[in-house]
């Protein structure tokens, strides 16, 4: 898919953008995902908040869609960064983007949490939950390649049959265990594997180079200030 | 269907985190074994994690770095003080403590701490999917869930050979997992129970009926990831079976918090505790 043309206002090479924070957490902004996360690994606490600038608010974002509860996404979101400034040697970058590593364990926690606390089971994620919603905060600061990649993400789940994005959704967003979600949609379990990973399988392929790429001058097809990237 | 294409389903399941405890825990054998599957995570993992993008964006609570901030802070006072220009030089290393040896120790010289790291190199190993990767499992004793990490480090010290008892902390999630090995011994894994200062330890602790709890041995924990402790306790120290054990952080070093089998109770708070039957 082709980026439409002036829609970014991106500086080529640049890291994504990350809420304001201290000065000298701003000073790191220009350092890239591995040399923070280094620098968390030395005891640098303006290096964590530099990477909470950066991944915040998506991982905020995450958890509250998860957990509905704003307090509970908060308490998720604490514990996220803590195990990082305990422990950010956990993450190996063989294993994938550090944003990834983030994401995956801010889900993880999100969905433990609704899992043990039956309380907190407001949870729903009807497939068509993510259409059509408009952010709740657009911000001057967010990078517009932040809203293009929701775009494309967005769009890359509509394009799923029915069934596979149902899947999905009430996995990632709902929490469900396949079990449980073969019973919410009264199909048997084997279909529901079989779902994901066709899903999982289309959606990889319409995100086609969206995944690793950390600024709008990585993906293929970008265009920058109305110039080719 | 092939048989590994059964696999390839439980990588993307587990992307999602909608693994059933027991698909988990295949994928956790299979993977190690495994390059295909193990790249197909990676690719995995990267595309879940782009689902995340699609929410609706929210706006970052005022307060909730300063949370953070200061929750570092009461681990780490210098955090903050450093300068980008200036690195600190801090060793992270991962330790384990054999209570046996320290207690001998303890008992010769009063030394400090053992660095073993083995238990923890083999824990990381059988963790196919990276040692950050935690989710649920449901405990087949019911005693409550606890994180894949903890059960792939109890496959390791082979735990269907003991009773498993898992100890919650006050949130009920489970914190550590004591094995109790018909030999008598006792092994202790434990998963996200905080770094303890240099002039404190945790202290496991057995309890039976209304009799005073009995330290059963002592651990240092380093850095809040899983870590084991073999041997943390031995039938000798406890003369049966307790009812309940107990880990409480108490003050004082190697070898100046409570000997196991003294006659003293714990002063330090209560982290997590659970029934043996």
Not at chain 2, 87 to 114: G, M, Y
Request: net charge negative; charged share 20%.
């Amino acid at each position: 898919m082709t980026l439409p043309r002036g829609r970014t206002g991106a500086t080529p090479g640049a890291v994504p953008a990350q809420a304001p924070g201290s000065q000298a957490a701003d000073a790191l902004a220009g350092m890239d995902d591995r040399g923070l996360v280094a620098r968390v690994c030395e005891g640098d606490g303006h290096a964590l908040e530099a990477l909470y600038g950066r991944y915040g608010r998506a991982c905020f974002s995450l958890a509250r869609r998860i957990l509905v509860d704003e307090q509970f996404a908060q308490d998720c979101v604490q514990e996220v960064f803590l195990v990082l400034w305990r422990d950010a040697s956990r993450y190996d970058p063989s294993k994938g983007s550090f944003s990834s590593w983030l994401i995956a364990m801010t889900h993880h926690k999100a969905v433990d949490a609704v899992r043990r606390e039956e309380t907190v089971r407001k949870r729903r994620a009807a497939p068509d939950a993510l259409d059509g919603a408009e952010s709740d905060a657009p911000s001057v600061d967010d990078a517009a390649w932040s809203t293009l990649r929701q775009e494309r993400v967005r769009e890359a789940l509509k394009t799923l049959p029915a069934p596979q994005r149902e899947a999905l959704t009430l996995a990632y967003f709902g929490g469900y265990t396949q079990r449980e979600i073969a019973g919410l949609t009264d199909t048997p379990l084997g279909t529901v594997k079989t779902r994901m990973l066709a899903g999982m399988q289309r959606m990889k392929a319409g995100l086609d180079g969206l995944s690793r790429a950390s600024t709008v001058s990585d993906v293929p097809g970008a265009f920058l200030n109305g110039e080719p990237a | 269907m092939t048989a590994h294409d059964r696999y390839l389903e439980l990588v993307y399941g587990h992307a999602l985190s909608s693994l059933e405890p027991e698909d988990e825990q295949a994928l956790v054998a299979h993977l190690p074994a495994c390059a295909e599957c193990s790249r197909a995570l990676v690719e995995a993992r990267e595309t879940a994690g782009q689902l995340a993008y699609a929410v609706d964006t929210a706006e970052l609570p005022p307060g909730l770095f300063a949370s953070i901030r200061e929750s570092v802070l009461a681990e780490s006072p210098d955090a903050f003080e450093l300068t980008p220009a200036a690195p600190v030089e801090r060793q992270a290393v991962a330790k384990v403590v054999s209570i046996e040896s320290a207690r001998r120790r303890r008992l010769e010289t009063r030394a400090s701490k053992i660095v073993a790291v083995a238990a923890s190199v083999s824990v990381a190993a059988i963790v196919g999917l990276g040692a950050w990767n935690v989710s649920l499992q449901r405990d087949s004793s019911k005693q409550g869930h606890y994180s894949q990490a903890i059960g792939a480090a109890l496959a390791v010290m082979k735990a269907e050979t003991g009773q498993t008892v898992a100890l919650k902390a006050a949130d009920g999630s489970v914190t550590a997992v004591a094995v109790m090995h018909t030999n008598g011994s006792m092994d202790l894994v434990t998963d996200g129970l905080a770094p303890n200062a240099k002039n404190s330890r945790y202290v496991l602790w057995g309890q039976s009926g209304i009799e005073p709890a009995v330290p059963l041995g002592d651990f240092d924990v380093d850095q809040a990831r899983v870590d084991t402790v073999p041997a943390v306790a031995s039938s000798s120290i406890a003369s049966e079976r307790p009812q309940r054990l107990l880990i409480s952080k108490e003050s004082g070093t190697a070898g100046k918090t409570p000997l196991p089998g003294e006659n003293v109770a714990p002063t330090g708070p209560i982290y997590a505790q659970g029934e043996t039957t």
